[in-house]
């Protein structure tokens, strides 16, 4: 029993902490610019097919990672400067269309460069589980789990005692003001895009050993990040890992308990009940329309 | 003071004159087959520019809809053998109900939440007719018996392209009546300013939930005819990227243009089939058109081509 | 009789007070000024009174009948309408069909017949638009009637704004800042109209920097500070008041 328990609890915290990730990545765009980028999912896709074939190519794995996280970290820039600076004015719909737009554009882009099988990336340090009262935990849930925990207090430092993270978050208060003491804004956008596809390849890499990769793989991963981050306060960082958490573990242990076939689903259920209960999400600030 | 013959009116006759003539240049079923397929995505689209072209709403669930409506034919004419039409009609009072249900708590939401709520909406759609294999045949898919109509049983190529084009006009009509009245203005209005349009006494609220409906309505009735014609239905039907593909061929054709709605769908139905040879290049291309569209061209297809016009004419 | 009556109306956000302990009364068929720097209250006065937002105590009437808190649509329904600061046009439509939006609760608006295009909505909306042509030319718009919206000078969208909101018919109208940004040949313009419109015996409650058109158009003037009132009265009697002189007008004087 206990033992069951356990097993859905440290299956659910792994993916959860990837959900977060993926969210983190959602909060960081938002945050910069109140742009949603639907294809926050195609920068954990990107991560994981680019260090497969770097590694097949026989580069060694640690190199093959760092070459991915770039790769899709420049995607991530390009996409900014080609797709969201010409279209920086439009209307929220609009622009959920076009990051839509490019979500489905690099999705068949990979399918190109890369095929539509699924790969298998080996886990960083063996697949030896660990026994934990009578659960397994795989060495590559500690890396996900230690991962996301490194990532998250990277990015606290960086937001709080850096002077580039200072004016991201300045910006993300008030672009005039931030305008006006010197901040950069079209600079800053780029460098959010940038530093969230990067977050976005790291999540993609620490889970392509747990759940293959192959490119339609960003799909469900993206669409759950976005609950993550919603559940959790659209724009608040820290609400995101709690909120990949939450929604994480209820998806682990629905799995568990109830029914694995509609997995899938609460995620969506739980997103849904928010929007309608919580609209603000778990941690948000309320929004004031203004006249 | 209006002239007799109003621009629509002239529109909605050349609409007719097309779907006349098309089928002279059929030359297989093949043909045929993408003529059906453009016609009722267009019918869904139409359905759709009204609540995301004129009144500003966002939907990427709209396929979910679409399937229900595909679903409640298949199932109930093959499990319980309903007649057709009555299957039909029972599957757009159930997507009828169950919009508006869901309609009134979100469509309070605004923009990205919308968009993430009916995206999720959809997806649920698509996982329960996934799972659910005692009843839909899972993701197999199941089998549907023909359209049979007081004994007629529908068939025959000509017979669904004469059938799809007049639910198309039929749709095409009311849309173009619904625009031009106090109605589609109060649509309209809350795209304008929200804040304007409730204080000149428009309930905004009632009038989302109202054109959310209607098109949800419009993808099922869409939805059962597909079933009947096609003779088949999958769950691939309600998947997220049908949603999304209804969304670009609006935002294509044009957003508040029906007669943009029925351009897109039609040129996002056949660029595929051209495109066969390229089929790897499909999904690229697609989000390519969304992204280029909305960046470039961001009223979309024929109400670019009208202001171009008018401005010749000047 | 009162047409608007506001007793002790408060409004804070997250512990900041924008209007406190507010009470005044409007008769019918007067124009009502609110006056104060900038920060006063007055806006958030106006989203009050208009339902934009709920109020956090007092109450607001109209006729007598407790109104606070109803949704905008149904003020409008009780003949309360107004115009916006910055501009809420309806960008996506002609000048006539805006002002056509403001006829929406005397139109036939049901669902049904406007989809199967039943004769009578088409004769009522022909109505409608003669009806709203007709309130365009009041306002002095009547060359505009065909022109986008979008395509108009800024001093006109003003004056839409005002006809689409009479063209609702109400009873009482909320005017914030309709002078602002104009020239002084459009400001006049402006007084003119206010001054009709008050004749043609609709009430009109006016939020306006421009001194001028306070003085000419104003029966009552109420003196907004820090959320609260600092005086009311006619206008000689604030100009005359001590208080409000050195609050506002003065400080106002020594900046020119």
Known sequence: MFADFLQFLISGITVGAIYGLVGLGFSVIYNASNVINFAQGEFVMIGGMASVSFLSMGIPMPLAIVLAVVVTTFVGFALEIFAIEPARHNSVVSLIIITIGASIFLRGLAQIIWDRNYHNLPAFSGDDPIKLWGAALQPQSLWVMGGAGIIVLLLWLFFNHSILGKAILATSFNPLAAELVGIDTRRILQISFALSAALGAIAGILVAPIALTYTNVGVMLGLKGFCAAIVGGLGNPMGAIAGGLAVGIAEAFTAGYISSAYKDAVAFVIIILVLLFLPSGLFGRKEIDKV | MMPLLKPRTGGLLSLMVILVVLPLFFRNAYHYDVAIQSGLNAIVCVGLNLLIGYT??????????????????????????????????????????????????????????????????????????????????????????????????????????????????????????????????????????????????????????????????????????????????????????????????????????????????????????????????????????????????????????VHFIRGLRK | MNLLRIEQLGKSFGGVTAVE??????????????????????????????????????????????????????????????????????????????????????????????????????????????FAAEMMDYVGLGNYIHTDSDAMPYGALKRLEIARALASRPRLLLLDEPAAGLNPSETNTIADLIQHIAQDNITVLLVEHDMHVVWDVSDHILVLDHGRRLAAGTAEEIRSNDAVVEAYLGRRAKDR
């Not at chain 3, 109450?59 to 501009?87: M, T, V, Y």
């Open chain 3, 21 to 130: 302990d507010l009470s005044f009364a409007i008769g019918p068929g007067t124009v009502y000024s609110i006056i104060g720097p900038n920060g006063a209250g007055k806006t958030t006065l106006f989203n009050l009174i208009s339902g934009l937002f709920a109020p956090t105590t007092g109450s607001i009437h109209l006729d007598e009948e407790d109104i606070s808190g109803l949704p905008p649509h149904k003020l409008a329904a009780r003949g309360l309408s107004r115009s916006f600061q910055n501009l809420q046009i309806f960008f996506n439509m002609t000048a006539l069909e805006n002002v056509m939006v403001g006829h929406h609760l005397h139109s036939d608006t049901r669902f049904f017949p406007s989809l199967f295009a039943l004769p009578a909505i088409g004769r009522a909306d022909k109505r409608s638009a003669e």
């Open chain 2, 56 to 305: 500003g709403q966002i939907s990427l669930g709209h396929a979910g809809f679409f399937a229900l409506g595909a679903y409640a034919s298949a199932v109930l004419t093959d499990r319980y053998e309903f007649a057709a039409v009555g299957a039909m009609i029972i599957g757009a009072v159930a997507v009828g109900c169950l919009s508006y249900l869901i309609a009134r708590p979100i469509l309070k939401l605004k923009g990205h939440y919308l968009a993430m709520a009916t995206l999720g909406l959809g997806i649920i759609i698509s996982i329960i007719l996934n799972q659910e294999e005692e009843l839909t045949g899972g993701p197999d898919g199941m089998p549907v018996s023909s359209f049979s109509f007081f004994g007629w049983d529908i068939s025959g190529n000509l017979t669904w392209y004469g059938i799809v084009a007049l639910v198309l006009l039929f749709t095409v009509w009311l849309a173009l009546n619904l625009v031009d009245s106090p109605v589609g203005r109060a649509l309209r209005a809350v795209h304008g300013s929200e804040l304007a349009a409730s204080t000149m006494g428009v309930d905004t609220q009632r009038y989302k939930v109202l054109i959310f409906v209607f098109s949800a309505v419009l993808a099922s009735i869409a939805g059962s005819i597909f079933a009947h014609y096609s003779g088949f239905v999958s769950p691939a039907e309600g998947e997220f990227f049908r949603s999304i593909e209804f969304v670009t061929m609006v935002v294509l054709g044009g957003m508040a243009s029906i007669f943009g709605a029925v351009v897109g769908a039609a040129i996002l139905t056949i660029l595929p089939q051209l495109l066969a040879s390229f089929h790897d290049y499909e999904m690229m291309v697609h989000g390519a058109v969304l992204m280029g569209v909305m960046i470039f061209m961001r009223r979309g297809l024929v109400p670019t081509l």
